[in-house]
């Protein structure tokens, strides 16, 4: 089967980057909000991203046309109804997307493939809101922040999940520019797996003294390359996110290194999310490029 036309469900960060990279890719995009409003906002972002690219030269200006010309916003489920595969990326919470698979497993045509971009949901209980039929070509599609930057797809199969729609989007990530890795739907996948635990001892780093906000990140941004410390990466993922996935991972696998730390479950209760908020490890206010470190202790 051949992917052309793509559906995207949610046009926040990562649904309006998910949009934004298929279209540049060449595949025409159709994306559902649930109000106009939200989708203007998502597509202020992706014309602010191709904007980023054709001033370096990365596209032209005819192809930042072109592309913005392969994208449609709605509000309307109906619109997906003939893609060929659906990328869902709305609100991480399972009785949601379920509910919108149930709807959309009703209106889709039988080939469609269904897609979630969940970074720590079971695709398996996705899948089951959908029909029998459905659920052997549902799969994940597990990408990263910034979309049109990062290059991997994390593509996720269930035990049920049929082997040549598996194939497909192996394939489909590959067209999409990205590198697709394999994984099994095993909660945080391949990435959120090594990636939680690390973030969330850099946090028992900082709560157990052993260095500042900006030597813990210092330390692994310069000692082994990383492009930003652990703790500038929690607030640039935004740590409710940070602190919601791992609670998730922890009650899947009830082990310590999932657990969420002490000083993260406060300052999420405190409203400080990192980048979004404007404060997070980091204070983002005065000056959002050069961010001052928090007194969090
Ligand atoms: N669109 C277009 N261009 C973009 C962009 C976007 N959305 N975001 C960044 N860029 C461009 C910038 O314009 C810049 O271009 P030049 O180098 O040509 O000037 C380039 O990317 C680098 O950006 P910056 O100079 O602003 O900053 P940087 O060098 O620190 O790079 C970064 C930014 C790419 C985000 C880099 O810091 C990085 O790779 N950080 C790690 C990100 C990461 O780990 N993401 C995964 C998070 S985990 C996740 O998403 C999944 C989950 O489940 C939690």
Known sequence: MEIKKVGVLGCGLMGSGIAQTAAAAGFEVVVREVTNELCERGFQGIEKSLAKFAEKGTITADQQREIRGRLTGTTEFNAL????IIIEAIIENLDTKRDTY???????KPETIFASNTSSLSITEMMTA??????????????FNPVPIMKLVEVVKTILTDE?????AVDFGKRLGKVPVRASDKTGFIVNRLLVPYMLDSIRALEEGVGS?????NAMKLGCGYPMGPLTLGDFVGLDTTYYIAEIMFNEFREKRFAPPPLLKRMVLAGLYGRKSGRGFYDYTVDPKNP??????
């Open 81 to 84: 109804a003939d893609c060929d």
């Open 102 to 108: 149930r709807q959309l497993d009703e209106l889709c």
């Open 130 to 143: 959908t029909s029998a039929a459905r659920q052997q070509r549902f799969i994940g599609l597990h990408f």
């Open 164 to 168: 040549a729609v598996y194939e497909t």
């Open 213 to 217: 906000i900006v030597d813990i990140d």
């Open 292 to 297: 001052t470190p928090m007194n969090l202790l």
